[in-house]
Nanobody
Framework: QVQLEESGGGLVQAGGSLRLSCANS????????MGWFRQAPGKEREFVAT????????YYADSVKGRFTISRDNAKNTVDLQMNSLKPEDTAVYYC???????????????????WGQGTQVTVSS
């Protein structure tokens, strides 16, 4: 069973940084590909970043590339999202997601993920 819980959201000024963390209380965390998504008010939930089950590679949305970094610690059952140079348009609820899929491609669609956290609010003021 996979149970995800995000933390680390908050209010930050434009140009600032935040670090989100997602903890999995279930077992076999290392078997799962992990992703971060976000949803702004009135918008669809969109892909942000993903990391392979073994941490070997990562993939980012163009809108966050070079500013955000996804990482994981399988020993601690956590996946983090370091967000730098934040912009007001990064304001959203951020969700952690997990999928047992371990194919060669990158999983960027919501439908690819089976487990979701409750989300954490990130607000970037201008």
């Amino acid at each position: 069973q996979v149970q995800l819980e995000e933390s680390g959201g908050g209010l930050v000024q434009a140009g600032g940084s935040l670090r989100l963390s997602c903890a999995n209380s279930g077992r076999t965390f290392s078997n799962y590909t992990m992703g971060w998504f976000r949803q702004a008010p009135g918008k669809e939930r969109e892909f942000v970043a993903t990391i392979r089950w073994n941490g070997a590679s990562t993939y980012y949305a163009d809108s966050v590339k070079g500013r955000f970094t996804i990482s994981r610690d399988n020993a601690k059952n956590t996946v983090d999202l370091q967000m730098n140079s934040l912009k007001p348009e990064d304001t959203a609820v951020y969700y952690c997601a997990a999928t047992p899929a371990r194919g060669v491609g990158y999983y960027t669609s919501r439908a690819s993920y089976d487990y979701w956290g409750q989300g954490t609010q990130v607000t970037v003021s201008s």
